[in-house]
């Protein structure tokens, strides 16, 4: 606990009693009290889930981010074929600055990000980046050269950098863990949804011809705008947490709080807790999540050179843009399978992730090894490749199962995030010229970085279940037990005039919660 905590004798109990300030606990210890601990009634639970999947999913699946963010970064992938590289007057070294500067600023402001998320409301914090994100990929139509583009990409890293950890502290606030495996799968897996879409909207642009405007740029107008109408609709529709958000009843807020105990997080506590930032630093299943998020990410940069490599297999332009859209099919596919295996009992997010890298593992030798001019099995190789996008979305919607404690979360997804960025700034380096048309060396990077992640995988969840093992073990833990609030008209009163607070609503981290057993 803090060292705000204060203690005082309980003769009953024989043991001191704790009492502690507001800022020390859960912003929901002040909606759910030590006695409403009893199972919810599954009708009841049931209709209050239906109604949080309504008024949440929509926003991050169909209309809003996933989709069109996810969008806009792949705006630069399709511009390659609409022409960016010549009207720019760029080269394939400042294209792959281009895909990598976004993610070195993405990289540097990623913890300053998540700490404005843990400080201000979380869904007004999303739709001002949102409405920034939306100027600024506008204001790419008027860059006609490398300097312009590298000074709103860089700013478009900057923004990026609060909507991913965003949503994954919105989805730990409101779903249980074994829920939060498919929500996430199912808002990432709308970024083959955004591939498609992008797909057809080229093909169109293709046959467009505006003087001195280039198809590259209606792209980015149109994604812009429909951007820019999503930070609205983020602004006055996104909720900020189970306690206050606008489409449930005080009752029914409290009955949120009350059906995600059993996570054994809380929702949120908006004071950053500096024992809790250092517990984060030296924990080792971290920097094993960190390490993770870095290798699996090098595929990634198949999202910005999938043009070019298909185009490379033989197919023109027009045959290009329309077999990009399969790539959004395969992504769907893969993700909505991978997320389908994590949720099976016996097999969980870690192995799902193994299984559903085979067939990425298996594309990417595939490309390797086929001959060029078997540019179909080219391109079904480098469809199976695709599979190996999908892990990281198990994974994302593994880490909040991992950790507890609200800084320690917000740090924690702020390193897991600087390790994605780093593999997806590095990545886009290994796609040289001098390894075209074949691009052996970036597949061999490719399959190497899928091996060594199911490595990372299998490593993580050894530990994890040595620690549940462990913990399994360990006599029942009682620290916590008889914690206070004070209330409102006595700071200091007697043990009547404070109130429980159920220990899953004190903000302890996964450490201290002895109960807190991982995920696997």
């Not at 790419?140 to 590298?150: D, N, R, T, V, W």
């Not at 009955?255 to 004071?271: C, S």
Request: charged letters at 15%; hydrophobic letters at 45%.
């Amino acid at each position: 606990m803090s060292d705000s905590t204060s203690y005082y004798s309980n003769e009953k109990k024989g043991h001191a009693l704790k009492v502690v300030s507001e800022s020390d606990v859960d912003i929901a210890a002040q909606l759910v009290s030590k006695g409403d601990g009893g199972e919810l009634d599954p009708q009841v639970a049931k209709k209050l889930l239906r109604k949080i999947d309504l008024h949440i999913m929509p926003l991050m699946c169909c209309e809003f981010y996933e989709m069109m963010t996810f969008a806009d970064k792949t705006t630069l992938g399709q511009s390659a074929v609409l022409g960016i590289e010549a009207t720019a007057h760029i080269n394939q070294n400042q294209f792959n600055w281009l895909s990598s500067v976004f993610y070195l600023t993405y990289l540097a402001f990623e913890y300053p990000q998540n700490f404005a998320l843990q400080r201000f409301p979380v869904g007004k914090w999303m739709s001002l980046n949102i409405f920034v994100w939306a100027v600024v990929l506008l204001s790419h139509a008027a860059c006609h050269s490398f300097g312009g583009l590298f000074a709103v990409r860089f700013i478009l890293g900057i923004c990026e950098g609060a909507i991913t950890p965003g949503f994954m502290i919105v989805t730990s606030m409101f779903y249980t863990r074994q829920e939060q495996n498919k929500r996430v799968g199912y808002w990432f897996l709308m970024n083959g949804f955004a591939v498609i879409f992008l797909g057809f909207v080229s093909f169109g642009l293709l046959h467009t011809k505006t003087h001195n405007f280039a198809p590259w740029q209606w792209l980015m107008i149109i994604t812009g705008l429909i951007t820019l109408v999503t930070s609205v609709c983020f602004w006055f529709w996104f909720p900020d947490s189970p306690t206050t958000a606008w489409f449930l009843t005080v009752e029914e807020r409290a009955l949120a709080v009350r059906r995600i105990r059993v996570n054994q997080t809380g929702v949120e506590n908006k004071h950053w807790k500096r024992e809790q930032f250092i517990e984060t630093l030296q924990d080792s299943k971290i920097w094993a999540m960190v390490l993770f998020a870095a290798i699996a990410n090098i595929p990634n940069s198949l999202t910005n050179q999938r043009q070019l490599i298909i185009a490379q297999f033989g197919f023109t332009p027009i045959e290009t843009t329309l077999l990009g859209c399969v790539d959004g099919v395969m992504e769907i596919l893969s993700i909505w399978l991978g997320i389908s295996l994590a949720g099976m009992k016996g097999i969980g997010r870690a192995y799902a992730g193994v299984i559903i890298y085979i067939p990425g593992l298996l594309g990417a030798l595939l490309v390797n090894l086929l001959p060029s001019h078997l540019k179909v099995g080219l391109l079904f190789g480098y469809w199976l490749s695709i599979f190996s996008i999908a892990p990281f979305a198990i994974f994302l919607g593994w880490v909040s199962g991992l950790v507890a404690g609200h800084t320690k979360r917000t740090t924690t997804n702020a390193l897991v995030l600087i390790g994605y960025a780093i593999g997806n700034f590095a990545s886009p380096f290994i796609w040289k010229s001098k390894y075209q048309p074949h691009n052996h060396v970036p597949w061999d990077f490719l399959a190497t970085s899928m091996g060594a992640s199911i490595l990372i995988l299998l490593t993580l969840r050894t530990m994890l279940a040595r620690e549940n093992a462990r913990r399994d073990r360990e006599t029942c833990q009682d620290d916590y037990d008889d914690v206070y609030l004070p209330s409102k008209e006595s700071e200091l009163g007697t043990a009547q005039s404070k109130r429980k607070i159920d220990k899953v609503f004190l903000d302890l981290t996964d450490m201290q919660n002895r109960d807190f057993r991982y995920t696997l």
